[in-house]
Nanobody
Framework: QVKLVESGGGTVQPGGSLRLACAAS????MAWYRQAPNKEREFVASITWRGGNKYHSNSVRGRFTISRDSAKNTVYLQMNNLKPEDTGIYYC????????????????WGQGIQVTVSS
């Protein structure tokens, strides 16, 4: 059974940084999504199976960076210059495809981890 375990969330002041990690049982193309209260789940960033291609949403580009350590089957999301609007539950997702293009192409999801940006 595929298992995704997220870590690294918490509360931080605006302008601060956090690094999320998602450990998988195997190697997959992976992504981070987030969901704020009363809003739909939205794409944050993704990385292909080999790690050669990375994608970031317009709202986080330049502040967040997705990366992976293939030896550890772990994907990271470095989040810098955090803003209150980044608050939400962050979900790690994994796909059996090499380069998934949408939320419906992710097969496995983590339990989610809270990120709160507040002064």
């Amino acid at each position: 059974q595929v298992k995704l375990v997220e870590s690294g969330g918490g509360t931080v002041q605006p302008g601060g940084s956090l690094r999320l990690a998602c450990a998988a049982s195997e190697r997959y193309a992976m992504a981070w999504y987030r969901q704020a209260p009363n809003k739909e789940r939205e794409f944050v960033a993704s990385i292909t199976w080999r790690g050669g291609n990375k994608y970031h949403s317009n709202s986080v580009r330049g502040r967040f960076t997705i990366s992976r350590d293939s030896a550890k089957n772990t994907v990271y999301l470095q989040m810098n210059n955090l803003k209150p609007e980044d608050t939400g539950i962050y979900y790690c997702a994994a796909s059996n495809l090499n380069a998934p293009t949408g939320i419906n192409q992710y097969d496995y999801w983590g339990q989610g981890i809270q990120v709160t940006v507040s002064s």
